[in-house]
């Protein structure tokens, strides 16, 4: 779920910064312009993890910063296919569960993946799973865990995504299984 990736980047030191520890205004850089950035193929950035080389710095013509040539390892979250999660439920409504793990939200979970039988009750706007002579609820905020299906990465070039308005990683989900579903209902 959460793994290392070597990434090699140039990373710009403004003139004011200078007085600073070199190390630190470079981590806090690499951190600025890496976390919650998705790297295609790897999955979201978290944080720096470490580094690998730290080159001399060079002043750039006309500008005054400088710029460091650095090689370090990432902390990414990209969980795999049958990963088990403890999310949270932003939102719901006939389509799916939408969640959120607080530092990643596009998971969906479609109504067909739900345990059967469930149905979308819109005067409460929650899912409901019918299990023997028990109603069993979902309501937006409601903890629940649920199984990876795939991870999806938008194409190269996806005029949406690279505008915002797509994320560029999608988690699709499932609760249609034993121990899956509302974390109250398996306490």
Same mark, same amino acid.
């Given at each position: 779920?959460?793994?290392?990736?070597?990434?090699?980047?140039?990373?710009?030191?403004?003139?004011? +910064?200078?007085?600073?520890?070199?190390?630190?205004?470079?981590?806090?850089?690499?951190?600025?312009? *890496?976390?919650?950035?998705?790297? !295609?193929?790897?999955?979201?950035?978290?944080?720096?993890?470490?580094?690998?080389?730290?080159? !001399?710095? &060079?002043? +750039?013509?006309?500008?005054? %910063?400088?710029?460091?040539?650095?090689?370090?390892?990432?902390?990414?979250?990209?969980?795999?296919?049958?990963?088990?999660?403890?999310?949270?439920? &932003?939102?719901?409504? %006939?389509?799916?569960?939408?969640?959120?793990?607080?530092?990643?939200?596009?998971?969906?979970?479609?109504?067909?993946?739900?345990?059967?039988?469930?149905?979308?009750?819109?005067?409460?706007?929650?899912?409901?799973?019918?299990?023997? !002579?028990? !109603? +069993?609820? +979902?309501?937006? *905020?409601?903890?629940?865990?649920?199984?990876?299906?795939?991870?999806? *990465?938008?194409?190269?070039?996806?005029?949406?995504?690279?505008?915002? &308005?797509?994320?560029?990683?999608?988690?699709?989900?499932?609760?249609?299984?034993?121990?899956?579903?509302? %974390?109250?209902?398996? %306490?």
């Amino acid at each position: 779920m959460f793994s290392l990736i070597r990434i090699r980047e140039s990373i710009r030191i403004p003139p004011h +910064l200078f007085s600073e520890d070199r190390s630190r205004v470079l981590e806090d850089e690499v951190n600025r312009q *890496f976390s919650n950035r998705v790297v !295609e193929g790897h999955g979201q950035c978290i944080i720096l993890y470490d580094w690998l080389s730290i080159g !001399e710095d &060079r002043i +750039l013509y006309g500008d005054g %910063a400088t710029q460091t040539l650095v090689e370090f390892r990432m902390v990414v979250f990209r969980p795999m296919a049958g990963d088990v999660l403890l999310a949270r439920i &932003r939102a719901v409504d %006939a389509t799916g569960i939408f969640l959120s793990l607080d530092f990643f939200d596009d998971i969906f979970i479609d109504k067909k993946d739900l345990q059967h039988p469930s149905t979308f009750e819109v005067e409460d706007n929650a899912w409901i799973w019918k299990y023997e !002579e028990n !109603e +069993l609820y +979902l309501y937006e *905020f409601d903890y629940i865990w649920f199984k990876v299906l795939d991870v999806f *990465f938008s194409q190269p070039g996806d005029k949406d995504a690279a505008e915002g &308005r797509k994320s560029p990683m999608h988690i699709r989900g499932s609760i249609a299984g034993d121990g899956l579903g509302g %974390a109250s209902w398996w %306490a």
